[in-house]
Structure formats: C-alpha cells, structure tokens
C-alpha cells in the first residue's frame, strides 16, 4: 500500500512542477533555468507525499521503510545542495545583463560573496562549538550544518505561518460580503496601478537611455554587435515613448562591455517589470467584473443570473448560477472561514503544546492515531501538512521585500523563478520537521508512536536534533513565539511594530483594506472603466494600453495609454459618467480603426498641457474631450466586427506569452 502511494502521488508532483514549468515563465526564461528549478521545485514539493507516507508507514507499521528513508535523502540532499551552492549562483547569473557567460558568472559570485561569508562565518562557529564540546568529527560537523539550515528555515516558516494562519480566515470572510470584496478590489487596483505607473516610468527611462546610448556610437565601433542586441530588446518592446533624457544630469559614460552589460540589464528589468504589473492587473480587472456582475444581480432573485459570459447557457443553468454566486457561495465561504480559524487555533496550541513539559494538545495527533484505514491516514496527514504550507507560501509573497518573485502566469523572470525554487527549498523540509514534531507524532509523548519511530527522523531528524544551541531544544521553544505573533497579527499591529524597527518596511506586508485611501478612488475608476469597455464588447485591459506618442508629464498620473488628470487622486467616489469629461484615452496606433484613429489625432494636442490655462482654455479643451469621447463611444458599438484585431499580434497565439499578448491590449 505505501509503494502504491508513494508511487502514485510522487508521479502527480512531478506532473505538476511540469504544469507549474509551462505555465509561469516567460518568453526568456531558457532550458537551464527551466530544469533547475524543475528539479528544486520537485524535491521540495515531494514532501507533500513524503511526510503522510512516513506518517503512515509508523502508524500502521508498514513494511518498505528503506525504500522511504532512500526517497527522503534524496529529496532532502538535493535541495540542501542546491540551495547553498546551484541556486544562487543561478539567480545571480540570471540577473546579470552581461554577454559572456564568464562575465555573468563573475557577476553572481559578487552579487552572491556576502551570502557565502554569512555562511562560512556559520560554519566557522559551528566548528568552534564542536570543537569547545569535544565532537570534532565529520559526522557532527554535517549535523551542526543541517541544525543551522533547520533554524533558519524553522524561523522563517514560522513567522511566515503565523501571519497566514490569521489572515488566510479572515480574508475569506471579508470576500463572503460581495460589496466588501468590491472595495477591496478598489484598494488593490488602485495600488496595482500606480505600481504599473512607476514601472512604466523606469521602462520608459531604460529606453530612453538605450537610444541615447546608441547614439553615442558608430557603425564600425567593436562595441556595435553588443548594442545591436540592447537595440533588439528595445524594437522588440513595440510602441513606447522613451523618456526625453537631460544629459547634463545623466551618466551616460557607457564605453565598455561590462557597461552595456549593465544598460541591458537595466532594460530587461524594466520589461518584465512592467509586463509583470501590467498583467497583475489584468488579472485584479477579470476578477473585478465577476464581483461585478455579482453584485448586478443581487436584487434579480430566481431569475436567471445575467452576464455577458453566459449568454450560450440554458435558463435553468442560469438560475442555479444564481443561487450559487448570490446566496450560497457567501455562506460556504463563511463556513469555511470559521473551519479554517479553527483549525488555526488548533495548530497554534500543538505549537505552544511541543514543550516536553506540556501534555500533547494537538488535535491533529489525535486525529491520524484514531483512524486506522491507510487512506483515511494519508489523506488526512496530507491535508493537514497543506494548510500550514498554503499559510506559509501566502505569506511569502505579501511581505513588500518578497513581491517581486510573486509568480505571474506567462510573465515570470527567470531571476524570480529561481528565487521562487530557492524559498521553497529552504522552508519545505524544517517545515515538514516542524509539523511532525508539533502537530502529527510530538515527540516523547503520548500516544504512540511518536516521531522518534518515523524514517525522516531516524534518518535526517536526528542529526539534526543533537547539535547543541540549534538543536533539540531551539527547534522546540521557538515555535512558542507565535502566541504573542499572531496576537499582533489579528489587531493588525504587526505592520506598525515592524515598521518602527524597520523604516524600509521589508518586513512589512502589504494590506487589501484601505476603503479611504487615494488608492480606492483610483482603482475605483479604472475597473469602472474596464465593465464599461467589456459591455461595449471590447478587450480587457485598454487602460493599460501601450500609448502611442504618448508623452509623460509632471502635471499628469500617467499609466502607459491613459493619462488622469492631477485631481483624480483626492476625489472619493468617481461615478463613470463624470470619468468622460476628466480621463483621456490614448490607445495603441496599430490596435485602432479609423475611427479610433481619429478620436486619437483630436486628442495629440493634450499631451502637454499648459501650466496655467484660462478658463477659455479650460472650455475649449472640454469641448474637445467630449467630441474625442464621442468618437470613441461610436467606435465602440462598431468595433465588435474588428474586435478580433485586439488580442493577437504578429500571428503569435496569446498563450505565447511575450509583447504581442499585451501590445493589443491584454485579452477578455
């Protein structure tokens, strides 16, 4: 039973690092950078079928223990491996810009020097303290490194967890309420957007830069087939206004390989940068207009839920789509947000509870002794390892250090994907450790077996167990820790205590509740505008649209195609009746019919506005937004025919991910 288990589920995870490999990386992410963080991404993964296999080969005293014990060192030495030594120089050799690969890999040894100082001073107090305690051997030496790669990730899991295990429950049971969700929603956007702005700003810098850089040379420089390249980015990009450059304030001493090493390096950042937040965005917006039309069809009960998504659908199917999205999915996510606070009580008090001192409390223990079917146990110990490891991973990419390695479907760097794989391989295993410990077989209690009897620890636990200082007894009080966490965490005290310590906020993670913030007011206005384009039967995301000629102004918040006026900001409530006399649209040249064509050469004068207008400037120049308006709403209702012309560019499929997916607009 426990080979078809292991033979089973292992297979799956391997599946999925598969789906995960085809689905998240971007156009440049190369076949190196693929199969490393495949690799890393399985062995840490693994432990999802490893820890409830081991759980019920003891339980159940099951035969095939070797076979389990190969399977865990396995996992285990390879990520250990790979995180202190592969990984790392990998994410370094993917941030570089250089053009040889000896030169990006000179540059992650740099970049990666303070890392494996901070690790060989570690290892050097290790020796110390072995040496101190007379147990200088090599055993003890592995031991005491696989002790301080357990502690770092066992403090980070936990601070990580504590946070999900609080905001996982109560984030659901906020969405329960649709209009709440809808203002949380606001927030986000409006936040998303201006990330978007500044990351359009820093690619619009890059390319400006670029060009005049590429000025500064002649054909016949040696240094040409270098810029050729940075040029080929910079084309690739598509309709982009770079920034004007002010060369008396600018470096532009760029003579060197290493230093175009270092401007491609700069442009590539602001690529995927700003394709990265563009698409965080469209995805914000498609989430939107299901709350939306939710929210449309509150009053409509037992009628047929209505949406422009569901038109092909029988009556009754639309009725029952009704019921589910208005009255039931509110009350399931309620249920299970009570169910999930529940079961975060419960891991906190098995956490409190490790101490030797304390009789076992976790409920979790209790549970998988009880149950004697071998599918009930594995099922069971699987589901409750996920949840801690959902909580952890949440976690991760809330904190404002962490964003940046967010995976984003199509638009994932390689420098984040390998720092994704490197995360996980460090808090897979202390957390597995810590979850066996704690919450599955606490150690040296009631009943038996505990986890003294599992393969993990006989094989890897124990080694990990002896060293003194990061041993046995760190990796039982520290979880303690968490009561007085979490406690900050549920009075949403955290943020303001860590920032009085931490005035870059590093360690600060990013809130989705903020209804008075300028943010909502433009994030309000934005998606308002994409229900009203998606009525109008156009592709989501033309708010977003590169904009052609499009130039950027202090006097202006500009994201990419749409340009809002200085005062958009303070307002409150933005109703979209009003957005037409205040937002200018700038769409994409090649994306547009005549008629959009049109309403866009009306509007080329009011890219730079003046500084102090009159107020026959102030009417002349709404007379001429409203006729630019209108020409754009008649496009609209004639655009349906064309509407194809939006998502695909160069005969590229949208699931192809690159420019071509974004550069007409985004998809529906």
Not at 84 to 99: H, N
Request: hydrophobic fraction near 45%; aromatic fraction near 12%; charged fraction near 20%.
């Amino acid at each position: 039973m426990l080979f078809i288990l292991c033979g089973v589920g292992l297979p799956l995870v391997a599946f999925a690092v598969v789906f995960l490999l085809w689905y998240y990386p971007n156009a440049n992410t190369t076949l190196l950078v693929k199969i490393n963080v495949g690799l890393a991404w399985f062995a840490a993964m693994s432990v999802l079928v490893l820890v409830p296999a081991d759980l019920l080969a003891t339980l159940q005293d099951m035969e095939g223990g070797e076979l389990l014990k190969l399977w865990w060192s396995i996992a285990y030495w390879y990520a250990f491996v790979v995180m202190m030594s592969v990984l790392p120089l990998l994410q370094g050799y993917a941030d570089s810009g250089d053009f040889h690969p000896w030169d990006r890999f000179l540059y992650s040894v740099r970049s990666n020097a303070k890392f494996y100082l901070i690790l060989g001073g570690l290892g050097a107090v290790g020796v110390l303290i072995l040496y101190f305690s007379q147990n200088i051997k090599i055993e003890a030496m592995i031991g005491w490194g696989m002790a301080a790669s357990n502690a770092y990730g066992l403090v980070g899991s936990i601070f990580l967890m504590g946070y999900g295990l609080v905001d996982i429950p109560r984030k659901l049971w906020q969405k329960a309420d649709v209009k709440r969700r809808e203002l949380i929603m606001f927030h986000r956007a409006g936040v998303q957007v201006e990330r978007a702005r500044n990351a359009h700003r820093e690619l619009s810098k890059a390319i400006g830069l670029a060009k005049v850089v590429s000025g500064l040379f002649r054909r016949t420089d040696e240094l040409t087939p270098f810029l050729d390249r940075i040029n080929g980015m910079v084309d690739r990009v598509g309709d982009f206004t770079p920034e004007e450059m002010d060369l008396d304030n600018e470096d532009v001493d760029y003579f060197t390989v290493q230093d175009l090493g270092k401007l491609r390096r700069q442009l590539r950042q602001g690529i995927e940068g700003y394709q990265r937040e563009r698409e965080i965005y469209l995805q914000m917006a498609r989430s939107y207009l299901g709350v939306h039309d939710i929210i449309k069809n509150m009053d409509r009960v037992g009628l047929p839920f209505i949406s422009p998504y569901n038109t092909q659908r029988a009556t009754w199917i639309c009725k029952l789509e009704w019921w589910w999205k208005c009255r039931l999915q509110p009350v399931c996510m309620r249920a299970l947000a009570i169910l999930l606070a529940l079961i975060s009580v419960a891991v906190l008090v098995a956490q409190i509870a490790i101490s030797p001192i304390l009789p076992n409390l976790s409920v979790f223990s209790y549970i998988i002794h009880d149950v004697h079917h071998d599918a009930a146990i594995f099922s069971l110990s699987f589901m409750f390892l996920a949840y801690p490891a959902v909580a952890v991973y949440y976690t991760l990419f809330k904190l404002g250090r962490f964003s940046f390695y967010l995976l984003v479907p199509r638009h994932t760097a390689p420098y984040s994907l390998v720092s994704n794989s490197l995360f996980m391989c460090r808090f897979a295993f202390p957390l597995a450790f810590n979850y066996m410990a704690a919450l599955a077989l606490p150690i040296d209690k009631k009943p038996d077996p505990d986890i003294q009897k599992t393969m993990f620890y006989l094989d890897l636990g124990k080694p990990m167990a002896e060293p003194p200082f990061l041993g046995k007894r760190f990796t039982t009080y520290v979880p303690i820790v968490l009561l007085p966490y979490m406690v900050l965490v549920v009075f949403n005290v955290f943020n303001r205590v860590a920032g009085f310590f931490d005035r870059s906020q590093k360690l600060s993670f990013d809130e989705d509740w903020d209804v008075t913030s300028t943010y909502a007011a433009t994030g309000q206005t934005m998606l308002r505008i994409e229900v009203e384009n998606r009525d109008a039967d156009l592709p989501l995301g033309l708010t977003v649209t590169q904009g052609g000629g499009m130039r950027m102004s202090s006097s202006h918040s500009c994201l990419a195609g749409l340009v809002v006026p200085p005062d958009l900001s303070r307002r409150s409530a933005i109703d979209p009746s009003q957005l037409r006399r205040m937002v200018k649209p700038n769409l994409g040249r090649r994306s547009l019919d005549s008629k959009y064509q049109s309403a866009l050469e009306k509007g080329i004068g009011f890219s730079e506005p003046r500084s102090m207008p009159t107020d026959r400037d102030r009417a002349s120049e709404a007379s001429q937004l409203n006729n630019i308006i209108m020409d754009i709403s008649q496009a609209r209702h004639s655009s349906r025919a064309n509407r194809g012309g939006y998502t695909q560019l160069d005969d590229k499929p949208p699931e192809s991910g690159g420019r071509s997916w974004f550069g007409k607009g985004g998809h529906r």
